[in-house]
């Protein structure tokens, strides 16, 4: 069980949550949320927003009855947290730019601040959020509200690209890898549905070149030309 110190609305439907933890973890790793006792619901995979010593952040979108049920958490309230799990983000040498779409952004603050010199591309669909806390830990920061941030980027500027966000997102990453053909340059992190966190129940099965694979063992970050995304 951990404590909740905040829990904060940031945008509509979005909300950013503290709890008192010394578990920590890497960027690009997650934890499995619970606030409820009661079946039928599962705990929820909620990528790590930040750590320090004794606090982890998780920034997490209202998307169903569990997720609502972490926007009402108040200080003291407990949670159950499990983790840290998941591969996170791999070692980086040389640029980096880190993009992220929707509630995809949520991995790439706490690489930002590790790394400290990534350009940061975030895209939001209506309200932009958070901007002054990336724009604290970015070398430059570039914002999209509505269409899509990849406009913005040229994947050739970098030795490594990391993306976070929607499916269809996810493959207009691997497209735009395709065209300048250099394998381990460019990395995905999945946000597969979850059950267990532990790689037991194969409800994150992920479709691979070389077989199915499990977003919560063996990512959840790939190198985006592993991963076959279906239409
Ligand atoms: Fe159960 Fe991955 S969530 S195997």
Redesign the pocket.
Known sequence: MATVMSNKKVADGIGLLEVESSQGGKPGQFYMLRAWDQYPLLSRPISIFDVTEDRILFLYQIVGEGTRRFYELRPGDDLQIEGPFGNGFPEVKGSLALVGGGIGIAPLYYMAKKVTDADVYLGFSKEAYLTEEFRNVSKELHIRVGGTVLEQIDFKDYGTVIACGPHGMLKAVQQMQEVIGQPNHVYVSLENR???????????SVKCKDGRK????DGPVFPVEEVVFND
């Open positions: 979850m059950a267990c966190g532990i790689g037991a129940c194969l409800v994150c499990k977003a919560c063992t």
